[in-house]
């Protein structure tokens, strides 16, 4: 059974840091490219930030890059992504996935505000 179980939201201030954390199971972790994805109320699912198997390469959505890092452990299943310079766009539900997309997590808040 494959699962994500998103971690790591909160309630964050404008310039704030927040690192999101994707526990992933039922599948060969390791050999799977991995994605951040978020959803703000009213708008589609985004892709933020992109990496691969191995961790050697990643990618980001023009509106996060410098601020957000995407990184993994292989040897935890597990999916980080480390977001700086917090703004209130950033506002949304933040999920995890493979690429190609599987079963859907429930997600973790981040919400921006002060």
């Known amino acids: 059974q494959v699962q994500f179980v998103e971690s790591g939201g909160g309630l964050v201030q404008p310039g704030g840091s927040l690192r999101l954390s994707c526990a992933a199971s039922?599948?060969?972790?390791?050999?799977?490219?991995m994605s951040w994805y978020r959803q703000a109320p009213g708008k589609e699912r985004e892709l933020v930030a992109h990496?691969?198997?191995?961790?050697?390469?990643?990618n980001y959505v023009d509106s996060v890059k410098g601020r957000f890092t995407i990184s993994r452990d292989n040897a935890k299943n597990t999916l980080y992504l480390q977001m700086n310079s917090l703004k209130p766009n950033d506002t949304a539900v933040y999920y995890c996935?493979?690429?190609?997309?599987?079963?859907w997590g429930q997600g973790t808040q981040v919400t921006v505000s002060s």
């Open positions: 996935n493979t690429r190609p997309t599987r079963t």
């Open positions: 039922g599948f060969y972790f390791s050999i799977y490219e």
């Open positions: 990496i691969s198997n191995g961790g050697g390469r990643t």
